[in-house]
C-alpha cells in the first residue's frame, strides 16, 4: 500500500470530500481523475482494519489492495462507465485488510463530474460487505457439487410426493432428465406396481411423522433402472432454518455388487461346507491364536531358537488347547480317530499330549513363525481306543492375512496302509539286495571255479603239451618235420596266452590277492595296451573296507565302461579318479569320446550284449550303491558311488 496522508477531524477545516463522504455512506470511496488519488470516508478505512480518520491515497492504492485476480475487472469496470458505456459503475472484488485477509465487496460508483469536453473528473461510490453473501455462494457450490458428483442418487421429494431435486447420478440410473421428473410425482414418471407404491407411502409417512431417517437394503424396481440392482436406501427429514420439516431426502447407494459377491460367497460358503463335511479325507478347522500368542510372548522374551526352546520346556506345551482349538471336524475324521460324534473334539483338545504330537506342533508353530502358510509334517496319533497309527497332517493358514491365526485349516490322512506296504518293499528290497548278493557271489565263484579249472587242468596240459614238443623236436633232423613242429608250438603258445587272458577275464587274480584298486589299474593298463588311448588314475586313495560283493560289482562296471568306451567313445584319453569320506568311495571314469544320449540306457546299448550300463545300474542299486551318468558331444562322465562298511 503507498502512503496514506491522514488529516484530522477539526470541524471547519474539513475538505469538501471528507463532507460528502460522510453524508454519502460511512462506507464511501471518491476517486479524483485530475488529482489521481482516492478518498476513503472513515468508516470504509476501519472496515478494512485502519484506525478512524479521513484517509486519502494515490491510484497505485488499487493495485495493491485488490486481489490480483479481481484487478483486471475493476479496471475494466471502471474504463466501461468513464467512457460512457454504462450508466454506472459497479464490480464485486476482494479488497486487502490491514490484517492481510480479503474481504468480498461490492463497489458501486458514479461519475458525478465532467468537464466542458465531457471527460469525467471525479467518481463517487460506495462499497458494501457481500462476504456472508459469497460464502453462501461457495457453501451452496460446493455442496452442490458433491452432491452432484457422489457416486449416490440423490432426489427430494415434497409433502405431496413431487419430485423437488434429483443429481445427476439419479439421472444416469434412471435415464431421465431433471426437466422429466421435477415437479412430477415418481408414479406419474415410473409405472411402479402397487404393493412398491404403499411401500413407498409407508415409509415416507413414518418419516413425516417422526422427522428420522430410514434406512433399508432393497431391489431397485424394474421400471426404475433396466439392470436388476440392489441398493441401501436411506429416506431422511430435510429442514427448514425454522425446524420445520420441508421434504424427504432419498440417498441410494448401489451395493449389486457387493450384494452379488454376499450371496456367492454364501454359496461359496455353503458348497465348502457340503465339501467339508462329505470329504473322504479327515478336516479340521482350528484357531492357532493361542499359539501365536506364545511365539509372540517367547520373541519378547529374546527366545531366537523357538524349536529348541520348546522342545527343552515341556511343560509350555502339553494340551492341543495350550497351542490351538478345534473348532469343527467332518465325519471322516470322527470315523478315522474312532468317535461318534463331536464329543470327541473336545476330548482331542483337552488330553494330554504324546511327544510326537508335541513334537509335530512345535513343527507347526516353527513353521507359521517363519512366514510358511502350509506346514506338513509326518508322525503318529492316537484314536479314540488308545492306538497309535502313522498320519501326514497339513496345517494351512486360510485367513487372507497370513499375520492372523484363527483360521486354520488341517487335512489328516491315515497312512497306515502306505507304511505298512512301504515295510513291506524295504523288505522286498533287502530281500532282493541280499538275493543279488548272492548270485553276485554266486556268480563270482563259478567264475572262479572256471578259471581254476582252466588254470589247473587246460592250461597245464597245453605246457606239457609244450615241454612235449621241445623233447620231440629235439630228436627230429628232418628240417621239414622241425619247421611242423615250430607251427604246433607256436599254435599251442597263442592258445596258452589266449587261455591266461580268457582266465583273467573270468576271474582276475590279482582283484583277490591285490584288491579293487590294483585290478582297476590292471583294467586300465589293460584297455592302454589294448586301444593305445592314454588312461590316467588321479587322487590315489588308502584301503577300501568294501563288501566282498561290491568289489566285484565295481570291477565289473568299471570294465564294461572300458568295453563301451572302446567299442563306441572313439576317445584318446580315459581319466579314472578316487574319492572316499568316511561312508562312501567314489570312482569316476571320464573319457573324451563322442558322448552319447544318456536316456538310451537301458535300451538299445543293452541290448548290445555285453554287461551293459542297465545292468551296471540295477545291480549296483541292489547292492545299495549307485551310478551317475552326465555325457555330452566331447565328454562323458560315469561316477559310481558305493558304501563302505563300517569298522568292526
Not at 473336545?346 to 506342533?361: G, I, K, N, V
Amino acid at each position: 500500500m503507498h502512503s496514506l496522508a491522514s488529516k484530522a477531524d477539526n470541524g471547519n477545516n474539513r475538505s469538501l470530500d471528507a463532507r460528502v463522504l460522510e453524508f454519502l455512506s460511512s462506507g464511501s470511496w471518491m476517486f479524483d481523475l485530475q488529482r489521481d488519488r482516492y478518498s476513503f470516508s472513515e468508516g470504509l478505512m476501519t472496515f478494512l482494519g485502519y484506525e478512524a480518520g479521513y484517509l486519502e491515497a494515490d491510484a497505485d492504492w488499487e493495485e495493491d489492495n485488490v486481489h490480483p485476480d479481481d484487478y483486471g475487472k475493476l479496471q475494466e469496470a471502471y474504463l466501461e462507465h468513464i467512457n460512457g458505456d454504462t450508466r454506472f459503475f459497479e464490480c464485486e472484488n476482494r479488497l486487502k485488510r490491514r490484517d492481510g485477509s480479503y474481504v468480498w465487496v461490492v463497489s458501486r460508483g458514479v461519475a458525478t463530474d465532467r468537464d466542458e469536453s465531457g471527460k469525467v473528473m471525479r467518481i463517487v461510490g460506495m462499497i458494501f460487505d457481500i462476504s456472508e453473501r459469497k460464502q453462501a455462494e461457495v457453501n451452496e457450490l460446493r455442496y452442490r457439487l458433491i452432491l452432484e458428483t457422489i457416486p449416490d442418487a440423490i432426489f427430494l421429494k415434497d409433502r405431496n410426493g413431487k419430485i423437488l431435486y434429483v443429481n445427476k447420478q439419479y439421472e444416469a440410473w434412471t435415464r431421465k432428465s431433471a426437466l422429466e421428473v421435477v415437479g412430477r410425482k415418481a408414479n406419474e414418471v415410473f409405472d411402479h406396481d402397487k404393493a412398491y407404491l404403499e411401500l413407498e407411502r409407508e415409509l415416507e409417512n413414518k418419516v413425516w411423522e417422526t422427522s428420522l431417517p430410514i434406512t433399508i437394503e432393497q431391489d431397485l424396481p424394474r421400471v426404475v433402472v433396466e439392470d436388476r440392482r440392489r441398493a441401501v436406501v436411506t429416506r431422511f427429514p430435510v429442514f427448514e432454518e425454522n425446524g420445520e420439516m420441508l421434504a424427504i431426502g432419498y440417498s441410494v447407494t448401489d451395493v449389486t455388487e457387493r450384494h452379488n459377491a454376499e450371496q456367492a460367497s454364501r454359496a461359496s460358503e455353503l458348497r465348502f461346507r457340503r465339501l467339508f463335511e462329505s470329504a473322504p479325507v479327515a478336516l479340521f478347522e482350528s484357531d492357532w491364536s493361542a499359539g501365536k500368542a506364545l511365539v509372540e510372548e517367547l520373541e519378547n522374551q529374546g527366545v531366537t531358537d523357538l524349536r529348541r526352546h520348546l522342545i527343552d520346556n515341556p511343560k509350555l506345551i502339553r494340551k492341543r488347547t495350550d497351542v490351538h482349538n478345534i473348532l469343527n471336524t467332518n465325519l471322516e475324521a470322527m470315523k478315522i480317530f474312532g468317535y461318534d460324534d463331536n464329543m470327541g473334539r473336545d476330548y482331542m483338545s483337552e488330553s494330554d499330549l504324546t511327544e510326537d504330537q508335541r513334537l509335530a506342533l512345535i513343527e507347526v508353530l516353527e513353521g507359521f513363525s517363519q512366514g510358511q502358510t502350509r506346514v506338513r509334517y509326518r508322525g503318529t496319533t492316537r484314536r479314540e481306543s488308545g492306538g497309535e497309527f502313522p498320519i501326514i497332517r497339513d496345517c494351512e493358514l486360510i485367513a487372507t492375512d497370513d499375520n492372523d491365526w484363527s483360521q486354520v485349516l488341517v487335512y489328516v490322512q491315515d497312512i497306515s496302509i502306505e507304511v505298512e506296504a512301504a515295510a513291506a518293499l524295504e523288505a522286498y528290497q533287502l530281500e532282493l539286495q541280499s538275493l543279488a548278493s548272492q548270485i553276485s557271489l554266486a556268480e563270482e565263484s563259478e567264475r572262479r571255479r572256471i578259471a581254476s579249472e582252466l588254470h589247473d587242468g587246460t592250461v597245464q596240459r597245453l605246457v606239457l603239451a609244450r615241454m612235449g614238443l621241445a623233447k620231440l623236436k629235439a630228436s627230429v633232423k628232418s628240417r621239414k618235420m622241425i619247421d611242423q613242429v615250430d607251427d604246433i608250438n607256436q599254435l599251442l603258445g597263442s592258445s596258452l596266452k589266449e587261455t591266461r587272458s580268457l582266465i583273467f577275464e573270468i576271474s582276475p587274480p590279482v582283484l583277490y590277492e591285490l584288491g579293487l584298486r590294483a585290478a582297476i589299474e590292471w583294467l586300465a593298463d589293460q584297455y592302454r595296451q589294448r586301444s593305445g588311448a592314454a588312461v590316467r588314475i588321479s587322487n590315489e586313495i588308502g584301503a577300501l573296507n568294501l563288501s566282498e560283493e561290491l568289489k566285484i560289482v565295481l570291477f565289473q562296471s568299471v570294465r564294461e565302461l572300458f568295453n563301451n568306451i572302446f567299442k563306441h567313445a572313439r576317445a584318446d584319453e580315459v581319466v579314472i579318479a578316487w574319492h572316499s569320506n568316511p561312508h562312501t568311495v567314489q570312482l569316476t571314469v571320464t573319457d573324451n569320446g563322442c558322448g552319447f544320449d544318456v536316456g538310451t540306457v537301458g535300451t538299445r546299448r543293452s541290448a548290445e550284449g555285453g554287461y551293459g550300463l542297465f545292468a551296471i545300474t540295477e545291480r549296483l542299486k541292489l547292492l545299495g550303491a549307485d551310478i551317475e551318468i552326465q555325457s555330452s558331444p566331447g565328454s562323458t562322465s560315469v561316477q559310481l558311488t558305493a558304501p563302505l562298511c563300517a569298522d568292526p
